[in-house]
């Protein structure tokens, strides 16, 4: 039974890849973007919703190429400003669920300003933003998640700089919902990935992911199986977090749904009921 | 009614249903007149965090099947630029409004300028060609804006219309015409089912038809340079066709995008080549040159890029010199220059102080060059 179950199972996924045109993809081998994908298409497979429905933009990046290998209205757009495409889209048509991929350079550093405005105006994208630390595409440079002390090629004596915290960063900025997950817990970022889509406004998963090519190799952590494992020891549930100093919670990721609102006024909602005032004052 | 509010109501007469926009001076009218028009319509305004956001939500905008423009003024229009290279290269019909004030940098916020010229045509990186128009007069700016429009919506292109601080904030009649008094151009829908659609198929007049995203077609949209299917290419014999059909698709029709103003040409000795609102200084020159009985004529191009020069070639034919007016330190006389032939004395009136040039410093030219 197992094997007719798998097989179902990988015909979910093909259904909705362009497999003749775009593949192989880019991606290395045992490139966490993968997990993320076939978490996603479940999710999107899950809820029912219309191909033709869902649109799919992106920025810059391997993380970015995600939307070109999906069959969906698919917008390939330029370095950071995925959030401003999706933020034109969704408003010029709403009825549309507006999906964007990014990566943490493209969403956190060239594209910080579009990624906090989209989040203050809680606009209803569900942006996925696959985190592994670092610039795969160009090759290893530092990121705005590049945690510090690490290696990258632009950081080859350790990181003097920051990391953001994309979740707390979109929360303080905004967001009406924000999760995390990591490519250890495909399942579990399966139903992050859901629940993000079915909520009404901005909504964020951050997805950690395993860039082995670069950031492992440059900070001897292995290959793709031990990253993933590495994610596993460091993941730490949300509840469980909250019984957990500081110390203890340092260098770990805090996992799951770590903030809902579901007060909070989606922003095409609301220039609807302003239009409808408007009418209504003539 | 001023140039800025004149252009939003050729705008909403075109169909624009969609602006995205950051204020900047001397272009925040645009942003304004759309925010406070538009709703009413059942069209939708969207301020953006910055102008790069901003060309980026109109692109998204007319894709998913609104006609949508922006405006800005040079700061804006440089950070646009990126994105504005993206329409190019996705073949996304779009209005790209520029009220250009003096630069470079912050320049002259307040002050007239037509300094983006060049830029409007070479402002992104890569290989293309642009449409630019430029109006100059207020009722001017609202047919020039419904010509771009219709452009934009012909071609599968981005169209920047050209004004200058004076025109955007200057006041004069207008006629708003009737539904059905200006054509009004749509872009091409597909008809072939979805299943044997290429969204940039290589048509006869290389302009592809075009669906809203939601419409059933799911096509794929990328800045890379990419094969008919939307899927981006490496193939030297894909990359070529693709960035000949930019450029063909516009320089084929180039007398379709044509258009002049000419007066007093017939036996002009002497021309005046200008656009925007020197082109009203040099109309009011030659007229007065006229009466003292000099033989001075006036070209004005509504169309700037792609450049008329087989029309000039032609007009300019029977004239023994030029003077080429603009409020730069000179842009168009190079296409100019590029194009006459030697025997036609070119001159130039110049002016980048921030003032407009008046129609003394030009009959002053004429006695000069006489």
Not at chain 1, 30 to 57: F, H, P, Q, T
Not at chain 1, 129 to 154: K, R, V
Not at chain 2, 108 to 134: E, F, N
Not at chain 2, 306 to 313: A, E, G, R, S, Y
Request: proline content about 5%; glycine content about 8%; hydrophobic content about 40%.
């Amino acid at each position: 039974m197992a094997t007719i179950v798998e097989k179902h199972k990988s015909d979910v996924i093909l259904s909705y890849l362009r497999p003749r045109k775009k593949f192989p993809s880019v991606w290395c081998a045992g490139c966490g973007n993968g997990i993320v994908m076939s978490a996603l298409i479940r999710a999107i497979d899950n809820l029912g919703l219309n191909k033709d429905e869902v649109i799919m933009v992106s920025g810059i990046g391997c993380t970015s190429r995600m939307p070109v290998y999906l069959d969906f209205n698919s917008l390939h757009t330029t370095h950071g400003r995925a959030l401003a495409f999706a933020t034109g889209a969704k408003f010029a048509q709403p009825k549309m669920k507006v999906i964007v991929i990014t990566g943490d350079g493209d969403a956190l550093a060239i594209g910080g300003n579009h990624f906090i405005h989209a989040c203050r105006r809680n606009i209803d994208i569900t942006c996925i933003l696959i985190n592994n630390y670092i610039y795969g595409m160009t090759g290893g440079q530092g990121s705005p998640t590049t945690p510090a002390g690490s290696f990258s090629t632009t950081t080859p004596y350790g990181n003097a700089e920051k990391a953001f915290d994309a979740c707390a960063l979109a929360q303080a900025a905004g967001a009406s919902f924000v999760g995390r997950q990591t490519v250890h817990h495909a399942p579990q970022l399966e139903k992050l990935i859901m629940k993000a889509i079915q909520h009404n406004g901005f909504s964020l998963v951050e997805a950690m992911s395993n860039c082995h090519t670069y950031y492992g190799r440059l900070n001897k952590q292995g290959d793709a199986v031990s990253m993933i494992k590495m994610f596993k020891e460091l993941a730490v549930p949300v509840t469980k977090a909250k019984t957990m100093t500081p110390e203890e919670l340092r260098g770990k990721i805090i996992t799951g749904e770590l903030h809902e609102d579901n007060v909070k006024t989606e922003f095409c909602d609301e220039y609807q009921r302003m239009v409808d005032a408007m009418a209504g004052r003539k | 009614m001023q140039g800025n509010i004149a252009c939003v109501q050729g705008a909403i007469y075109s169909g624009m249903r969609f602006f995205a926009g950051y204020p900047i001076t001397p272009s925040t009218e645009l942003a304004e007149g759309s925010a406070r028009e538009l709703p009413k319509i059942g069209g939708r305004f969207i301020q953006m965090e910055d102008e790069i956001a901003s060309i980026a939500a109109v692109i998204a905008g007319s894709i998913t099947g609104h006609k949508a423009m922006t405006a800005t003024s040079g700061p804006g229009f440089s950070l646009m630029l990126e994105n504005i290279g993206y329409a190019y290269m996705t073949e996304t019909p779009c209005v790209i409004v520029n009220v250009q004030r003096g630069g470079p940098s912050t320049g002259l916020p307040t002050k007239v300028s037509q300094s983006d010229t060049m830029q409007a045509r070479w402002g992104t990186h890569g290989d293309y060609t642009a449409i630019a128009v430029a109006p100059s007069s207020v009722n001017d700016t609202l047919t020039e804006t419904i010509r771009a429009f219709n452009l934009a919506e012909r071609f599968r292109t981005p169209v920047t219309i050209l004004l200058d601080e004076v025109l955007g904030h200057m006041r004069e009649m207008v006629t708003i015409p009737e539904p059905g008094e200006y054509q009004v151009i749509n872009r091409i829908k597909p008809t072939a089912p979805p299943d044997q659609f290429e969204p940039f198929a290589m048509t006869p007049n290389l302009v592809s038809p075009m669906p809203a995203y939601g419409e059933g077609y799911r096509y794929n949209v990328t800045g890379l340079t990419h094969d008919t299917m939307g899927f981006s290419t490496n193939r030297a014999d894909e990359i070529f066709p693709k960035l000949e059909k930019l450029r063909n698709k516009i320089e084929n029709y180039t007398d379709e995008i044509t258009k002049l103003r000419v007066e007093m040409m017939d036996d002009a000795e002497i021309a005046f080549i200008s656009y925007g609102t020197v082109a009203r200084t040099s109309m009011q020159a030659a007229a007065i040159a006229r009466k003292a009985g000099a033989k001075v004529g006036s070209i004005q191009l509504y169309t700037i890029w792609p450049f008329p020069d087989k029309q000039l070639i032609e007009l300019c034919a029977r004239c023994r010199k030029v003077i080429v007016a603009e409020l730069n330190m000179g842009q168009i006389v190079h296409e100019v220059r590029r194009i006459l032939p030697r025997d036609i004395e070119i001159h130039t009136v110049q002016r980048y102080d921030g003032e407009i040039l008046t129609p003394l410093q030009l009959l002053q030219k004429v006695e000069e060059v006489m």
